[in-house]
T-cell receptor
């Protein structure tokens, strides 16, 4: 199994630009989670999906952030417009129904200049 | 509300020292408990877990016991190696809710 796949691994952009992060969960997993990790705030859950439906988006910091899961094998996290304070590592994780273990991707390191 | 409190890091030890990283939780009911590890530049990965009181999870020489009476799940290892240097996260999940509640993470530094 390839594990959770995230792209790109690194993204450098300028303030005001749109950023799209991508995630492919492990095949057969029903749950998908988006996290943000920074030194100041640690690991934060942004949103999670069950069977492609958003269940809890209370962690999404503001309207500039949006996430979609059009099918069971793909999800995106979009930031528009991006700001320097959005600089962080963004992780995607997935888990199977009936199993609390979450499998993490390698993360996308986002730098907004 | 639900929360996890972990020992604040960084924790710095010499190789072959004994390790304890404290973790206590606040939760309604009886959660499943987890320790995750994050090596530099990587995502988090499950280290060990325990699903009911008095269960002991173990992996790679690490152990943690689910203590319901003290709501704790302390991570221990008898002899650490330089390769154990990483950030360790304690977490729990409640029945029917697949969201994990995370501690702040504890950075472990092992010196040769």
């Amino acid at each position: 199994d390839a594990g959770v796949i995230q792209s790109p691994r690194h993204e450098v952009t300028e303030m005001g630009q749109e950023v799209t992060l991508r995630c492919k969960p492990i095949s057969g997993h029903d749950y998908l989670f988006w996290y943000r990790q920074t030194m100041m705030r640690g690991l934060e859950l942004l949103i999670y999906f069950n069977n492609n439906v958003p269940i809890d988006d209370s962690g999404m910091p503001e309207d500039r952030f949006s996430a979609k899961m059009p099918n069971a094998s793909f999800s995106t996290l979009k930031i528009q417009p991006s700001e320097p304070r959005d600089s962080a590592v963004y992780f995607c994780a997935s888990s199977a129904n009936g199993n609390y273990e979450q499998f993490f991707g390698p993360g996308t390191r986002l730098t907004v200049l | 509300g639900n929360s996890v409190t972990q020992m604040e890091g960084p924790v710095t030890l010499s190789e072959e020292a004994f390790l304890t990283i404290n973790c206590t939780y606040t939760a309604t009911g009886y959660p499943s408990l987890f320790w995750y590890v994050q090596y530099p530049g990587e995502g988090l990965q499950l280290l060990l877990k325990a699903t009911k009181a008095d269960d002991k999870g173990s992996n790679k020489g690490f152990e943690a016991t689910y203590r319901k009476e003290t709501t704790s799940f302390h991570l221990e290892k008898g002899s650490v190696q330089v390769s154990d240097s990483a950030v360790y996260f304690c977490a729990f999940a409640m029945d029917s809710n697949y969201q994990l509640i995370w501690g702040a993470g504890t950075k472990l530094i092992i010196k040769p």
